[in-house]
C-alpha cells in the first residue's frame, strides 16, 4: 500500500503498525517528517467517533521538555484500512517502550530513587507547565507512561489529546469529583484531577502492578471510596514503605482542600518530609439516612445515593425524614445554604409536583456535592463533559435522550448559582448550554439536539450518514464532501439533513437562523424543500469559495426538476431547462439558484397563464355560443333575411320609379 | 286640455276632407291602385309580422309594376274609360303581376341567402377561435385547456 501523505509534511507508513504505542482511542503507525528532521514520530489513527481534545493541541503548542509525548500536528487522512477519512494525531514517538503494556501487565516494582528521580521530578514539572497554560493532562495512568529512552531511567507522560479528558482512565485513577461522572463526561477537571491519577499512577508503579485490577460493582466500589475514603480503597492491603505513604495520603485524599497541590508534591520530591497524617474522611451525620436500602452517613453518599435511586428519591427528599437529616443531624450549614439556594426551602420542596421529582432531585443532589458531576434522571456529567458524551453517545437513542434532558431540565442555572468561582471556559459552556436549550425543543433542521452536539463540540466532525465517512470538521469542506457524494450512483434523497444543518448552524457564522428558518416550513411550490436546501448550500459555496462541484449541481438539478416543470409557458419551460444544464455545468449553485429563484419570471408565467385560461375559457363559450347560433340559424335568417328582402325591394322599387319617371320626363 | 284635443279632432276631419275630395277627384286613379295593387293587399293579409316585411317587398315591386299605368293614365286620359282599357290589356296585367311576383320572388329567396352567408361567417369565426384555442395548448400544455390540469393544482405557490 502507498504512504499517507498528511498535509504533505507526514508520510505515514499504513504497512508498519506500531502497536506498542497505541492508545485506547487509536492506532499507531510509523510516521517520518517530510521536512525538516524532528527526530522519531508516529502518527495515531483516531478512532472517528471519539471526540478529540483539538483545543488542547494548539494550547500545548511549544510545549517545553522531553518528559511528555507531544502532539505536533493533526488531520485528516483517507484511510484505505477502513475505507474511510479518519482523523490523524501525530505525535513524537517515545524513544522507550511503554511503561506498562496494559493495566492488567505486571512489572518489577520501581525503587524509590527510580520513582522519584525518574518519574516524578518530571512528572511534576510537567504538570506544573500544564498548570501553568491552564491545562490539565487528565490522561495519567500505568498504562499511558513511556520510557524516554531504552535505559529506562526517564519516564514520560503519554499524550493526553486523543480522546475526551478521563475517557481513558478506569475509574481507580479518577478522583470522587470526576468518577462520579460517565466515562465522556469526566470534564477537564483541575490540576488536583490529575495529581489524584499521578498519585494511584505511583502506587502502580511502587507495587509493580494495577492496585485494583477488578471492580465488581463501580456503583458499590464509588460508595465505599466516598465514605471510607479513595486512600483505603485504593491502597487497601498494599505494603506502601512509610516514605511513600505521606505522598500517596497527600495525593489520594478526597478533602480537594486536604489534597497536596503541586507545591507540596514538589518539596517532597525535593526532599521534605513530615510524617504521614491520616487520611481526612468526611463528616458523618449524627444518623444515618436509608436511601435505596443503603445507610448513607454523609452528604456525598446521599447525593450518590439520590442520584442512583432516582426513580424513588423524589418520595425520600419529600419526606420529613430527609428534612431533619439534613437540618439536624448533618448539621452543616453551607450545605443548608446550597439547599435553599438549588431547591429552595423545605415548604418549597415538600409542595414540589411529582411531575417534577427528576429536577428536583437533579438539584438537590447538586445541593449537596456542589463539587460533583451535574446528576439528573441517572446521567452523570461535568458541564464540560456534556458535549463529549453526546458526541460518542449520540448514535445510542437512551443516552441521546438522558442528555438531551439534562440539557432542557434548566438545572443549569442552580449549578452555576451553587458553584464559587468557575472557570472562563466553563462559563463559556454553560453560555452555550443556555442559548441551545430553547432550540432543543424546535423541531426544524438546523436545531433539535443535533445542533446542541456541534455547539458543544466546536472541533467535532459532521455525523451525518451521508458524509461521516468523510470526516469533515470545517464548513468549508461541507461543498467538496457533498460533491464526492453527488459522485456516488446512489444518492441520499437530499444533499442536507438535520446534521448537515445543524453543523452549519453551529460552525458557520454566515449561516444563521434566518436562513434555516424555511427549512422548517413547507409551502405547496414544486421542489420546494430541494430549493431551500440550493438556497443555503449556495451560500455555503460562495461563502467559502472552494471551487465548483458539478456532480452537486446535477444532483441539484434532478432534485429541482418539479420546479422547472412546474414552469407554464413551455416555450419558457424549455428555455429554462437549457440554461438550468448549462448552469448546472458549471458547477456554482448561485448560477442555478439565480435560474430557479427569480420569483419575477415565476411570477409572470403565473400570471400569464391564468390569462391563457381565461382566454381559453372565453374562446369556448364564444365557439359554444356560435354552435348554437348556428343551430339557430334558419331562426335567426328568417327574420334578417326578410328584412333584407324588404330592403332590396325598396331599393328596387325606389331606383326603378326613379329611373322610370327620369325617362319619361326626358 | 278640451282645447288642444277638440283641435286635434278638427286636423282630423280636415284631412279627412282633403282625402276624402282628393279620391272624388280622382278616382280613376283610385280605381287603378286598388286593383293594381291586389298582390299587394295579399302580402299584407298574409304577413303576420309586426315589421310587414313581406308587405314591404310585394308592395314596393308591385307598385313599380304599376308606375307605367298610372303614368299612363295621368298622361293621357284621367277617365274611368281609360281606366278600365288599361286593365283590358293583359300586358298590363303581366307587368303589375310580374312585378309582384319578383316582391314575392326576392322575399323568399333573401333568407336563405343570409342563411348561408351567416352559417359561412360563423363557421369562419369558429374556426379562428379554434386556431387561438390551439395556439394557447401549444403555448401552455393542456392544462391551459382546464382538461387534465395536474399543472394548476401544482403551481399554487409558484
Redesign the interface.
Known sequence: MAPVILKELFEIDDSVPLAGYDSPSGKAYACKNLGEPQGDLMAMICEPSIPMRMDQITALDGFPGTVLVKCIDSGVVNWATSGRRQPVLIFEKPAGSRVFETMESVITPLTDDQIITGFLTPAVATLREFATRGLTHRNIRPSNLFYSDDSARLIMLGECVSAPPGYNQPLIFESLECGLAVEMGRGVGTPADDLFALGVTLLSLLIGRNPVPQIEDPYSFMLNRINTGSYANIVGNHRIQMNMMELLRGLLTDDLAERWPLADVQLWVSGRRLTPKQVKLPAKAARPIPIGGFEHENVRSAAHGLSLNWPIAGDVIRGQDFDTWIRRSLNDEVILNNLNKAAGTAQAIQSSPRADDARLVAKVVMALDASGPIRHKGFASHIDGIGPTLAVVFQDDILRKQVEDLITSGILKQWLALQGRVKTELMNIYGTLEKIQPMVALPGPGFGIERCLYELNPYGHCISPMIEHLYITQTSELIPALEAVAHDENLPPMPIDRHIAAFLAAHSEHIDERILRPLTHK????A?EALKVMRILARVQSVYSNGSAPNLCLWLKDLTQ??VD?F????LREQIERQVVQASETGFIVALMRILDDNKV?DLD?EN?RK??Q???Q??A??HR??I??EQ??N???E???????V???V???I??TV??ML?LV | MATSSASASSTKAIIILIIVGLLVFTLPTVLVLMAGMIPSFIAYATDRRREKYKTLSVGCMNFLGLLPLLTMLWTKDHSFDMAFSLFADPFSWLMVLGAAAAGWTIFLIAPSVVAMFLSARIELSVDRLKRRQNKLIEEWGDGVSGNNDTRSNTDNGG
Open positions: 409551502d405547496n411550490r414544486p420546494d418539479p420546479a412546474a407554464n409557458n413551455i416555450r415565476i403565473k397563464y391563457a385560461q382566454e381559453y375559457k374562446c369556448s364564444q365557439i356560435m354552435d347560433g348556428l340559424k334558419e335567426l335568417a328568417g334578417l333575411g326578410e328584412q333584407v328582402a324588404a332590396i325591394s325598396g328596387i322599387g325606389s326603378g320609379a322610370f319617371v319619361y
